[in-house]
């Protein structure tokens, strides 16, 4: 292990510590025991009501009773489907105070799609929106589901919100029929009445807890099984890389709960430590930008086209964003330009910190390395977290290869997942022993460690564009384009080609007030070429009012590449 980063040098700089003690116990333990010692805190808001930490345990507790009337043992599974809101919140950590496992489900995905998760994890229950009834009813019949438990966002409004959304919102959910075979979410917390015997269920660290769903290192969609350990010990290392972080503080939860970085990062995080979520349901960059400055946010955490879409809000211009304590992007590679404009946009806004980059994959929950305050290196991602250890091999090996190199992208620690749902061939090919003794999660992520153990994320493996038999990194050339004063935004795709093997396009989204014609593609080419080798120049640029997002914000640049094969298809034709 020459090259791996053993002991974080920056503990001495800015006191954070290479080790952690870790809590024992399940996640609903973490939070219970974060509660007793501030009971009246504030937990969460959402849309302008606020419960304590105090109400937050009473709830779940009753939603856990809950579910243990209605036949949920340990070990069962339970799919949630949810945005952002407090049933959600409750049923998350009822299902691990019962000893189930959480399947967390985007509540937008097709029909195919959910009926797909819920037999890939075999739930038996799934809570949802009364809008997404129709949809589950209609592929209940192909799966194992017993119960169907809806929620209403109404419930959890204050009386005034609440009159507005009906008046709104709300006439245009299609009604349940009364004799619908489900069971409303305030019915079921009623049931909690029935439940007269032990409904807590002791649950150790290693447990599995929770399945979240990824593409993972092969493209194919897989359950990712993680554990209270995992969760718990995130939570314990995003406070300690965090130091200026105080109970109170507020986390602007616009993530989504079905997704590691939502989940990880800004709800459990802060719930096990005592900070206070700003739970954030349906995510728009206006709504984002109105409870930055109504709540006064601490901290937020997104995806770069995030940071992107707030730089375009005319509502932001005189923000005061005194408040931040610290802004962090993953989830996607965040361009150096971009960086530099919103870090500027942070300083003109009163804030007195910059962005601060981190990596991770959802096989170790979400972020597992992390730019340390003050000391951003250019183009890096940070350094690991504590009691997390990274290495750079030779793709497809066990290799380390020198610092300055090329290769895969390799970690362990305690966040790291305990595997593929019953996918043990892939488990295998990801988790592997290396001659350390330790187990390695491969991500299928290029990179290079310098060193002083920063690291820089290259792209994937399988997104690099081979043209001519040269390697092409897209965030290399998206960089590029990113940095010139027409473009704000761009994303890079491999086209395949009889000779090339792949040609390079482009595609630009271009800042207010600059024609998309032939001269100012000509310039972005002629750009290009002073800074982009012969072979990996983009062919062409096509312009974009907005380029696709993924349902959690990151460019969908599958969708392009998509879209350029459907054309190629229809000219053949």
Same mark, same amino acid.
């Given at each position: 292990?020459?090259?791996?980063?053993?002991?974080?040098?920056?503990?001495?700089?800015?006191?954070?510590?290479?080790?952690?003690?870790?809590?024992?116990?399940?996640?609903?333990?973490?939070?219970?025991?974060?509660?007793?010692?501030?009971?009246?805190?504030?937990?969460?808001?959402?849309?302008?009501?606020?419960?304590?930490?105090?109400?937050?345990?009473?709830?779940?507790?009753?939603?856990?009773?809950?579910?243990?009337?209605?036949?949920?043992?340990?070990?069962?599974?339970?799919?949630?489907?949810?945005?952002?809101?407090?049933?959600?919140?409750?049923?998350?950590?009822?299902?691990?105070?019962?000893?189930?496992?959480?399947?967390?489900?985007? +509540?937008?995905?097709?029909?195919?799609?959910?009926?797909?998760?819920?037999?890939?994890?075999?739930?038996?229950?799934?809570?949802?929106?009364?809008?997404?009834?129709?949809?589950?009813?209609?592929?209940?019949?192909?799966?194992?589901?017993?119960?169907?438990?809806?929620?209403?966002?109404?419930?959890?409004?204050?009386?005034? &919100?609440?009159?507005?959304?009906?008046?709104?919102?709300?006439?245009?959910?299609?009604?349940? +029929?009364?004799?619908?075979?489900?069971?409303?979410?305030?019915?079921?917390?009623?049931?909690?009445?029935?439940?007269?015997?032990?409904?807590?269920?002791?649950?150790?660290?290693?447990?599995?807890?929770?399945?979240?769903?990824?593409? *993972?290192?092969?493209?194919?969609?897989?359950?990712?099984?993680?554990?209270?350990?995992?969760?718990?010990?995130?939570?314990?290392?995003?406070?300690?890389?965090?130091?200026?972080?105080? +109970?109170?503080?507020?986390?602007?939860?616009?993530?989504?709960?079905?997704?590691?970085?939502? &989940?990880?990062?800004?709800?459990?995080?802060?719930?096990?430590?005592?900070?206070?979520?700003?739970?954030?349901?349906?995510?728009?960059?206006?709504?984002?930008?109105?409870?930055?400055?109504?709540?006064?946010?601490?901290?937020?955490?997104?995806?770069?086209?995030?940071?992107?879409?707030?730089?375009?809000?005319?509502?932001?211009?005189?923000?005061?964003?005194?408040?931040?304590?610290?802004?962090?992007?993953?989830?996607?590679?965040?361009?150096?330009?971009?960086?530099?404009?919103?870090?500027?946009?942070?300083?003109?806004?009163?804030?007195?910190?910059?962005?601060?980059?981190?990596?991770?994959?959802?096989?170790?929950?979400?972020?597992?390395?992390?730019?340390?305050?003050?000391?951003?290196?250019?183009?890096?991602?940070?350094?690991?977290?504590?009691?997390?250890?990274?290495?750079?091999?030779?793709?497809?090996?066990?290799?380390?290869?020198?610092?300055?190199?090329?290769?895969?992208?390799?970690?362990?620690?305690?966040?790291?997942?305990?595997?593929?749902?019953?996918?043990?061939?892939?488990?295998?090919?990801?988790?592997?022993?290396?001659?350390?003794?330790?187990?390695? &999660?491969?991500?299928?992520?290029?990179?290079?460690?310098?060193?002083? *153990?920063?690291?820089?994320?290259?792209?994937?493996?399988?997104?690099?564009?081979?043209?001519?038999?040269?390697?092409?990194?897209?965030?290399?050339?998206?960089?590029?384009?990113?940095?010139?004063?027409?473009?704000?935004?761009?994303?890079?795709?491999?086209?395949?080609?009889?000779?090339?093997?792949?040609?390079?396009?482009?595609?630009?989204?271009?800042?207010? *007030?600059?024609?998309?014609?032939?001269?100012?593609?000509?310039?972005? &080419?002629?750009?290009?070429?002073?800074?982009?080798?012969?072979?990996?120049?983009?062919?062409?640029?096509?312009?974009?009012?907005?380029?696709?997002?993924?349902?959690?914000?990151?460019?969908?640049?599958?969708?392009?590449?998509?879209?350029?094969?459907?054309?190629?298809?229809?000219?053949? *034709?």
């Amino acid at each position: 292990m020459e090259n791996a980063v053993k002991t974080p040098w920056y503990k001495f700089l800015n006191g954070v510590p290479a080790h952690l003690d870790y809590f024992q116990g399940s996640m609903f333990d973490k939070v219970s025991w974060i509660a007793e010692k501030y009971p009246d805190n504030i937990a969460f808001d959402f849309m302008g009501k606020s419960t304590s930490y105090k109400k937050f345990i009473k709830k779940t507790e009753m939603c856990a009773k809950a579910l243990k009337t209605i036949g949920i043992r340990e070990g069962d599974c339970v799919t949630i489907a949810m945005p952002n809101c407090p049933q959600a919140i409750y049923m998350f950590y009822a299902v691990n105070l019962v000893g189930g496992i959480a399947s967390m489900v985007h +509540p937008l995905s097709s029909e195919k799609e959910i009926e797909f998760y819920l037999n890939e994890s075999k739930s038996i229950t799934i809570i949802t929106l009364d809008q997404f009834y129709g949809k589950v009813e209609r592929i209940r019949k192909n799966t194992s589901v017993v119960n169907v438990i809806i929620a209403k966002i109404k419930d959890e409004l204050a009386q005034p &919100l609440k009159t507005g959304f009906m008046l709104t919102e709300g006439r245009k959910i299609a009604r349940i +029929p009364d004799d619908a075979p489900v069971i409303m979410w305030n019915d079921f917390m009623k049931l909690s009445k029935c439940c007269f015997y032990n409904y807590k269920v002791e649950r150790k660290s290693e447990d599995p807890a929770v399945i979240l769903y990824s593409g *993972g290192t092969t493209g194919t969609t897989k359950g990712i099984v993680l554990t209270n350990a995992n969760f718990n010990a995130l939570s314990q290392q995003i406070i300690a890389t965090n130091p200026m972080f105080a +109970p109170g503080d507020k986390m602007l939860a616009a993530m989504p709960v079905f997704h590691g970085f939502g &989940l990880g990062v800004c709800i459990h995080s802060m719930l096990a430590s005592g900070g206070r979520c700003v739970l954030v349901p349906r995510f728009t960059a206006k709504s984002y930008s109105k409870l930055i400055t109504k709540y006064k946010c601490n901290f937020m955490a997104g995806v770069p086209t995030l940071y992107e879409a707030l730089l375009r809000l005319p509502n932001m211009k005189k923000a005061d964003l005194s408040h931040l304590k610290g802004v962090f992007s993953g989830g996607d590679s965040l361009s150096i330009e971009l960086k530099k404009r919103f870090d500027a946009f942070l300083k003109e806004h009163k804030a007195t910190i910059q962005v601060r980059e981190g990596y991770g994959t959802t096989e170790c929950v979400t972020a597992s390395c992390l730019t340390p305050t003050g000391l951003a290196k250019e183009g890096s991602i940070g350094i690991p977290f504590p009691d997390t250890y990274y290495k750079i091999v030779k793709p497809g090996t066990i290799d380390e290869v020198p610092y300055g190199e090329e290769g895969e992208i390799t970690l362990s620690g305690p966040t790291v997942m305990a595997c593929y749902y019953n996918k043990p061939e892939e488990t295998a090919n990801t988790l592997r022993k290396h001659a350390d003794g330790r187990i390695w &999660l491969h991500t299928g992520d290029l990179g290079t460690m310098d060193e002083d *153990g920063y690291i820089y994320f290259k792209g994937r493996i399988k997104r690099m564009i081979i043209t001519s038999g040269y390697n092409v990194y897209p965030a290399q050339l998206e960089n590029i384009l990113d940095a010139h004063d027409f473009v704000h935004m761009s994303c890079i795709i491999g086209v395949p080609d009889p000779y090339k093997i792949q040609k390079v396009k482009a595609f630009v989204m271009l800042k207010p *007030g600059v024609a998309p014609n032939d001269e100012t593609k000509q310039t972005l &080419l002629d750009y290009c070429r002073k800074y982009i080798a012969k072979y990996a120049m983009p062919y062409d640029i096509e312009f974009r009012d907005e380029l696709p997002k993924t349902l959690v914000g990151k460019v969908a640049y599958r969708v392009l590449e998509e879209e350029e094969a459907k054309k190629r298809e229809e000219q053949k *034709g």
